[in-house]
């Protein structure tokens, strides 16, 4: 069965530092991975998607991720912190069945201080 | 192009009432899942549907709770005999049928946040 760890259920960091958040991922198959962004009370919004192109993934706002299969990872980061980046974010991997149903990890809080 | 449409965004229920959450998906969209968001926690799939049938469904708890997806109309997912427990976010996303369903995106609506008091 497939799975995510999201490592850090909260993270903050100062406006201007990088930004990283943690993802490992458990899968039989080559994964498809996403990364989602949720502001308070509003629903979810894509960043980035890995559908087993490049490896090196760049998404809206500023942020990346880089699949390592050799590390299971998919981990999100952003150079520079920006104070409208404090929102909750969750890694996720698609249900290879081809339902297109989503595995979700627990999210991760980004709290950006001035 | 409106995007994912979830009504009511709030929803206050008393114990043993009955809930109903809609889902209007993206258009041109026929594919419609429905996820559970509790607290302090990520979302769960819960179920997937296409227009009248409902594909999988493993995620739904076995009581109360049923999904439908009719031909004309939004999806409803519907709590019966609400519980405490049952308080949560509920979201609908939604997916472009002519793609294959593992890469392709799911656009999220904002949720319906069920109170159970």
């Known amino acids: 069965a497939q799975s995510v760890t999201q490592l850090g259920s909260h993270v903050s960091v100062s406006e201007g530092a990088l930004v990283l958040l943690r993802c490992n991922y458990s899968s039989s198959v080559p994964p498809y991975l996403f990364w989602y962004v949720q502001y308070p009370n509003q629903g979810l919004q894509l960043l980035l998607k890995?559908?087993?192109?490049?490896?090196l993934v760049k998404g809206i706002n500023g942020f990346e991720a880089e699949f390592k299969k050799s590390e299971t990872s998919f981990h999100l980061t952003k150079p520079s912190a920006h104070m409208s980046d404090a929102a909750e974010y969750f890694c996720a991997v698609s249900d290879r069945s081809n339902t297109g149903k989503l595995i979700f990890g627990q999210g991760t809080t980004l709290q950006v201080k001035p | 192009n409106a995007g994912v449409m979830q009504n009511p965004r709030h929803l206050v229920r008393r114990r043993g009432q009955e809930a109903r959450l809609r889902c209007s998906p993206m258009k041109g969209h026929s594919h419609v899942y429905w996820y559970r968001q509790l607290p302090e926690e990520g979302l769960k799939f819960m179920v997937y549907l296409q227009k009248e049938n409902i594909i999988d469904e493993s995620g739904m708890p076995k009581e109360r709770f049923s999904a439908e997806f009719p031909k004309e109309g939004p999806s409803i997912l519907r709590i019966q005999q609400v519980v405490r427990g049952d308080s949560a976010a509920y979201f609908c996303?939604?997916?472009?049928?002519?793609?294959?369903?593992?890469?392709?995106?799911?656009?999220f609506g904002q949720g319906t946040r069920l109170t159970v008091v």
């Open positions: 996303a939604s997916s472009d049928p002519g793609q294959s369903h593992g890469r392709t995106e799911a656009f």
């Open positions: 890995y559908t087993s192109a490049a490896t």
